[in-house]
């Protein structure tokens, strides 16, 4: 499943956003910023937290970034 993003403003006529399109337009039309519509869960069965306490930086940020844009 795709995340898709809206509006912070909440005033744009198109109400949900793909990733691509979010990261690339940079603003929402309406100025505001894109958020997630809904948030990925972290998976406790993989004992999420333990694995990222023992990643670098840029480990960390693909591997949220990565599952913040595609769940």
Known sequence: MQQ???STRGGTAQDDYS???ALF???APDGGLFVPVSLP???????QYSLWSNMTFPELAYDVLVSSSTY
């Open 19 to 21: 990733f691509e399109d």
């Open 41 to 47: 869960s972290i998976n406790r069965e993989k004992d």
């Open 4 to 6: 898709r993003y809206k």
């Open 25 to 27: 337009s940079g603003y």
